[in-house]
């Protein structure tokens, strides 16, 4: 059976306090197989103008976390969630053709093969689906702050491997990553040299940075005035980009600054 893997309980604001178990500070497991529709009711909140939505409806969420592999299993009783709303990532304008190109485009910068180990962060449920069925890789990982995205993923695509927290903690045991897309960029809460400076440890020599978003910089102005709980952050322009990157021994390869479409290309060299 796969898992889910949630980072510690400081790394999970949607889960209330209340109801969180005493666990230690490593990465954990959830088993994505457990449903707990039937046995505790609980609602989804979002925070934004977007309806609500009954999460036994949506998704079924797991319900217990591993502290190891041969720990034992500690159940979450949950009755209410504080959930962002992402579906956003996923609105109707990316059916349009010109939007099914820009990702077409966004995938193929990775230059992915089936020996890639690859890792997206804050992806779109539609990004991962587009990955899974154009590419064949030797890894997938999916990073998410929501854990009922992963979980969704994790329902439908029991191969690809899903992480709960923030992209600079990622463990280190999946490394070294040929393709990092950075999907969301602004949604990121860390400055860009931090990112950066992660990345650098995780990515194998002539690895590919992809940063992106497929409607570009119009369309997220739009998102920051609609969600500010979750855009945070901008799409760096291309002189920050290029030289906060080569402080990291990250060389740009390929960008395009148009209002309708955003891509970053950068290629690791790891330092002498």
């Known amino acids: 059976m796969g898992s889910l893997l949630v980072a510690s309980p400081l790394l999970l604001p949607s889960l209330s306090r209340s109801f969180l178990p005493k666990l230690q500070s ?5 088993s994505p197989r457990i449903s707990l529709c039937n046995q505790y009711p609980f609602r989804l909140s979002f925070q934004s103008s977007f309806p609500r939505k009954s999460l036994c409806c949506h998704r079924s969420l797991a319900g217990a ?5 041969e720990g034992t299993v500690s159940v979450i009783n949950i009755e209410d969630f504080n959930e962002k709303d992402w579906s956003f990532l996923d609105s109707e304008e990316l059916n349009s053709e010109q939007a099914k190109r820009n990702i077409d ?8 093969s089936e020996s890639s180990r690859v890792l997206v962060s804050v992806g779109s449920e539609g ?22 995205f992963l979980a969704g993923i994790k329902e439908k695509y029991d191969e690809v491997k899903c992480w709960q927290g923030e992209l600079i903690y990622v463990p280190e045991k999946w490394t070294p990553f040929d ?3 950075l999907y969301f960029l602004p949604a990121l809460l860390f400055e860009l040299d ?6 650098a440890k995780r990515c194998s020599s002539g690895a590919r940075v992809v940063i992106s978003h497929p409607q570009g910089r119009e369309v997220l102005e739009q998102q920051r005035k609609e969600f500010p709980d979750i855009v945070n952050g901008n799409l760096p322009d291309k ?12 060389e740009m ?6 209002p309708g479409f955003y891509l970053a290309v950068l290629k690791f060299s790891e330092a002498n």
């Not at 490593?26 to 959830?30: A, D, L």
């Not at 976390?65 to 592999?69: D, E, G, I, P, Q």
């Not at 990004?127 to 998410?144: A, I, K, P, R, W």
């Open 179 to 181: 393709v990092i897309f």
């Open 26 to 30: 490593q990465p954990q497991h959830i």
């Open 105 to 112: 485009r966004i995938t193929s910068a990775g230059e992915i």
């Open 253 to 258: 390869t390929e960008f395009v600054d148009e």
């Open 127 to 148: 990004f991962v689906d587009h990955l899974v069925e154009s590419s064949t890789t030797q890894l997938l990982l999916v990073v998410h702050d929501s854990i009922f």
């Open 194 to 199: 931090q990112i950066f400076a992660a990345l």
């Open 239 to 250: 002189t920050t980009l290029q030289k906060v990157a080569a402080d990291h021994s990250f």
């Open 65 to 69: 976390f591993n502290a190891s592999s």
